[in-house]
């Protein structure tokens, strides 16, 4: 099989450019990769390198724990394709090498893969999508959180990291933008010890302090591993003005996570997962705002002096069965997420600036089961076929205080009512099955297709048959081609829909702008993509991929109330189109990537939702194609790292020009850049283990730049970009 490098071009603040997006053939590294041209980082292995070749029981002479995980993490890994795929694979080595290392959040290392677009609160969209990313832990979906500040997954429990974009294969549904699966480190591998682990710490600017501890080992059958980390910052949120210093913007975040395996023979495992994330936020303040309401008692209010706070959770816990029966590979997962948001308001600055303050509350338990089946047929065919089940139990309660007014929205009344509007629980049931061949025609075609069927029983009942084509064929030595169809189905995400009694809030200073309250409607879309990549020389790969994305009742999301807590709407028709570029240098100790994104995103009627709009926007709305909030022309990234005598020196930089603004998003912001410089140090066998040191300077040129001004379609607040600061990070293993 000739080999193919994917190139990586993922990074966080600063992301070691090991290698960019485009597939190349082997140029000394040592990677090994299917013929998708699927690869990972140079010195670690990828996912799909033997994804061909049904796992094969060990000699019962030499079968010890190491073999037998590596052999049922090879069947697991066998369960999923990425056939006409976009696919990006970082593993623990590359993330050890950003500025932060492990310290990096989870949004900022997918930041720079071309085609994914930074947003406020840590918010990603990728190729025009608002969020409607999937995560999976070691191949089990984990639903998602309720949007806020914080990241729920750590990036310290990485291992391996896969994202995949583009037109997926019928084992991906829901959350199709892009497909985030996560192999954890575990307690068992070829460079595990009987225990060990490490102990860090990240600080600087912005009283920044993050401190963290993993341990992992194993014991005969028994394997573990389990990682804690805390951040404390005077930057939770990002700040509604220019100045250095935010006001009121301090955050607490707490992450873990445990991963513990026993080996039940040589074909099978048992396991369970488990996280759990509490960050608490204050919301930031914007001084100088002129108050809009009267209140009985109050004669004067500062904006800088407001105290509004939000506090998110999430805890989740899986257990699994996993293994190999006969020449099939399986997996059956069950598992629980509880997930919460709670905004406390400030009751007095709220109601003098707002009219209104509001405390709620959203939560959301689901239950899921999961299960995923590949068995080869003959030399050629790999059959893969699974389900996927969720019941979920959203809550939504609001409480707030508001003025009465008169039918033009005239303050009444100095003295505030009480209205409760909480919403009646539902149960929200999706049900999925799936069915796909991964057909390899000869040693340069390979072919998946497949369909997947789903349903949807929560707010509205919906559903629909999907299917899904796609294929890479090697068309020489230094090219590589690949071309997929998707047709997608993506219901909205429950925890985020708060039914609201519209009639309530009639009379009152909160009076919605318009009657219209229809149910939000499931995304139904056709996705057609197509790439190629060529290897020029020994050293350089270039890589051109485009897409167009046709859907009805598009999805997206905005911040309409007082909470920072997104409520998605549809519009009627939509359409999404882009251009992606990347290039890779790799030579000696020299690394250096570029990728260039071209994207336009745009909808047209606002379908569902329609009380949070002013009735000439969707007026204007109904009969014009407007631009997406988070719709952004132009995205770049790039860099250059050196490793010199074992001393790594990199610069980095982030380019857009600009998300959009105004009324019916008719205008953007101004373009913006920012440069990062990072070096790095480790010093062998100091004290129990490894030392590492890390110096960090991000925004180096102290550019003030804003990605929000509070305008446009659901944007609630403006948001300016991290100022120059400097990080120190020292981390030692034993």
């Known amino acids: 099989m000739k080999k193919t490098v994917l190139a990586l071009c993922v990074s966080a603040i600063l992301l070691p450019p090991a290698l960019s997006r485009a597939a190349e053939p082997d140029a000394g590294v040592n990677v090994e990769a299917s013929p998708d041209g699927a690869a990972s980082a140079p010195g670690s292995e990828s996912r799909n390198a033997k994804k061909k070749s049904p796992a094969q029981p060990a000699d019962e002479a030499t079968l010890g724990t190491v073999s037998v995980v590596g052999k049922l993490d090879e069947a697991r890994n066998q369960l999923s394709p990425d056939v006409g795929s976009s696919e990006y694979i970082i593993d623990k080595k590359a993330i050890d090498q950003l500025p932060l290392g492990d310290a990096t959040p989870l949004n900022q290392v997918l930041l720079q893969a071309p085609g994914v677009v930074q947003d406020s609160y840590g918010q990603l969209h990728v190729r025009g999508d608002h969020a409607d990313l999937q995560y999976r832990l070691n191949g089990v979906i984990i639903p998602e959180s309720i949007s806020g500040f914080g990241q729920t997954i750590d990036t310290r429990v990485i291992d391996t990291l896969s994202f995949l974009t583009g037109a997926l294969p019928a084992q991906y549904g829901y959350r199709t ?136 959770q999430t805890r989740f816990g899986v257990f699994s069965l996993q293994g190999i029966l006969g020449d099939t590979n399986y997996q059956l997962s069950v598992g629980q997420r509880y997930t919460s948001v709670d905004y406390q308001p400030d009751p007095i600055g709220d109601l003098v600036f707002n009219g209104v303050a509001g405390t709620i509350g959203r939560s959301n338990r689901a239950n899921t089961l999961q299960a995923d089946f590949a068995t080869p047929f003959g030399d050629s065919h790999t059959v893969r076929y699974g389900l996927y089940v969720s019941s979920e139990h959203p809550t939504a309660n609001n409480t707030s205080l508001v003025f009465p007014a008169d039918a033009d929205g005239n303050q009444t009344s100095t003295i505030p009512i009480t209205i409760v509007d909480n919403a009646a629980h539902i149960d929200a049931r999706t049900y999925g099955l799936y069915l796909q061949d991964e057909w390899q025609l000869s040693d340069k075609l390979t072919m998946n297709y497949g369909v997947r069927a789903d349903k949807v029983d929560a707010y509205v009942n919906e559903g629909q048959i999907s299917p899904r084509l796609g294929a890479v064929y090697q068309l020489s030595d230094t090219t590589t081609v690949h071309a997929g169809y998707a047709r997608y189905f993506t219901p909205p995400p429950a925890e985020l ?62 911040q309409f109330g007082s909470a920072l807590i997104f409520s998605p709407f549809n519009y009627a028709h939509g359409k999404v189109r882009g251009v992606e570029l990347t290039a890779n240098y790799e030579h000696d100790g020299l690394s250096a990537y570029f990728n260039l994104s071209s994207s336009r995103a745009e ?90 040191v890390s110096l960090a300077a991000i925004n180096v040129t102290d550019r003030v730049y804003e990605l929000r001004d509070g305008s446009g379609i659901g944007v609630g607040a403006p948001q300016f970009g991290p100022r120059r600061g400097l990080y120190v990070g020292i981390r030692q293993t034993f």
Request: hydrophobic share 30%.
């Open 177 to 312: 933008a892009g497909v985030v699966d996560i192999t954890t480190k575990s307690g068992t591998g070829k460079d595990s010890d009987n225990f060990g682990g490490e102990v860090g710490v990240t600080g600087g600017s912005f009283g920044t302090l993050n401190p963290s501890a993993e341990i992992h080992g194993n014991d005969g059958p028994w394997s573990y591993f389990l990682t804690a980390s805390y951040l404390e910052s005077d930057i939770g949120i990002e700040n509604p003005t220019s100045s250095r210093d935010a006001i009121h913007d301090h955050t607490n975040q707490l992450k873990s996570l445990g991963y513990l395996s026993y080996l039940l023979g040589d074909s099978t495992r048992l396991s369970f997962m488990f996280g759990v994330t509490n960050n608490r936020f204050q919301i930031p303040n914007n001084p100088g705002q002129e108050p809009v309401y009267q209140l009985d008692g109050v004669t004067d209010f500062d904006s800088r002096d407001l105290d509004e706070r939000q506090k998110e």
């Open 497 to 558: 829909i708060a039914p609201t009694d519209i009639a309530l809030f009639q009379g009152t200073t909160n009076a919605l702008p318009t009657n219209v309250n229809a149910e939000t409607l499931s995304e139904r879309s056709h996705y057609f993509d197509a790439g190629v990549s060529q290897k020029i020389g020994s050293d350089l790969t270039l890589g051109l991929d485009a897409y167009y994305r046709k859907v009805t009742n598009l999805l997206d999301e905005g």
């Open 603 to 692: 909808g047209k009627d606002v379908v569902t939702g329609q009380y949070n709009f002013e009735q000439d926007e969707l007026d204007y709305i109904a009969t014009h194609w407007v631009h997406l909030d988070h719709d952004q022309r132009l995205a770049s990234s790039g860099g250059v790292s050196y490793d010199w005598n074992g001393t790594r020196f990199g610069a980095d930089y982030l380019y857009g020009s600009g998300l959009r603004a105004d009324f019916a998003n008719s205008a953007h912001l101004p373009q913006y850049y920012q440069i990062n410089l990072s070096v790095d140090h480790t010093f062998k066998n100091v004290g129990f283990g490894d030392l590492d």
